[in-house]
């Protein structure tokens, strides 16, 4: 049981809640201007791991095909057959319902949204098949961990987070148009959809830094905006530092850093927001 257990926490990819996690705490903080209580940031975390287990199973159930014919993904725990195809359902469903449970013990709103999540998650496991803005459907998706936590805490939705929301489909998008260039050459010969695929290398890591100094000024504009003190802004100029060490590391020519550049970095700049954004409020 501890070792299926093991397969799914693989399956899920589980240590990569680091990305989302830390900016639903964020907009946690700001939306109650100081720390929740115990039960809402309980609900607000088991919600927000909830979705993105299921998202990620989900994932792994349409994707069990091509993931298999692609040498990078085939010894994923659905294609080895550690998983199967209907265990990999069950889980799908019973994250869902978490997260339904979740919701509904937060509030009304979170509740009858939920709903508008989950039909996110699931399109964007199809969206790789008929369209190179995949990356941003996904940050999209990701987006939903602030805004739900606000509306979690607020019982509202209120244009003050939408550009903290932004700037996580943009930091999101920026880094998964990176991790696509592992499969740049699989993706054009099944057909499949990307920013690398469908304008090259070069193209790919300047959108993807486009998109970076995009988030950057969103999170400054988030400072701003909620009148954050000193310690945000040392914060903003460790992000800062870290977007351009993270594209440092990515070379056209050379790509052999990228798994180094796609988890440390950017888990490191979702916990910086986070830490920040605390400090700022209590000190």
């Known amino acids: 049981m501890l070792n299926k257990f093991r397969l799914y926490l693989s399956m899920i990819k589980f240590s990569h809640s680091v990305f989302a996690l830390p900016f639903a705490l964020t907009s946690a903080l700001l939306a109650a201007q100081g720390l929740p209580s115990v039960q809402q940031s309980l609900l607000i975390v088991i919600a927000m791991v909830s979705a993105r287990s299921a998202a990620m199973g989900l994932n792994r159930i349409i994707d069990r095909d091509i993931d298999a014919c692609n040498p990078r993904t085939k010894n994923r725990e659905i294609?080895?057959?550690?998983?199967?195809?209907?265990?990999?359902?069950?889980?799908?469903?019973?994250?869902f319902a978490v997260l339904l449970g979740a919701a509904y013990m937060l509030n009304d709103l979170c509740f009858l949204l939920s709903p508008v999540a989950i039909g996110f998650l699931i399109l964007y496991s199809y969206t790789k098949r008929f369209t190179w803005l995949c990356h941003l459907v996904l940050g999209i998706c990701i987006s939903a961990a602030p805004i739900g936590a606000w509306i979690a805490l607020r019982g509202t939705l209120n244009m003050e987070i939408?550009?903290?929301?932004?700037a996580v489909v943009f930091w999101l998008a920026?880094?998964?148009?990176?991790?696509a260039l592992q499969d740049i050459d699989f993706d054009k010969k099944k057909g499949l959809k990307s920013i690398p695929a469908r304008f090259g290398i070069r193209r790919a890591i300047t959108l993807s830094r486009l998109m970076?100094?995009?988030?950057?000024?969103?999170?400054?504009?988030?400072?701003?905006?909620?009148?954050?003190?000193?310690?945000?802004?040392i914060g903003m100029a460790v992000v800062g530092l870290l977007l351009v060490y993270e594209h440092s590391l990515v070379k056209s020519e050379d790509l052999s850093k990228l798994d180094f550049a796609f988890f440390n970095m950017n888990g490191y700049i979702s916990i910086v927001v986070f830490i920040s954004t605390m400090g700022a409020l209590f000190l």
Request: proline share 6%.
């Open 79 to 95: 294609p080895r057959g550690a998983i199967k195809t209907t265990e990999a359902f069950i889980f799908v469903v019973l994250s």
């Open 162 to 166: 939408i550009p903290l929301a932004l």
């Open 174 to 179: 920026g880094f998964d148009v990176l991790y």
């Open 212 to 233: 970076h100094t995009a988030t950057f000024w969103l999170l400054v504009y988030t400072g701003i905006l909620f009148n954050l003190d000193l310690p945000y802004w």
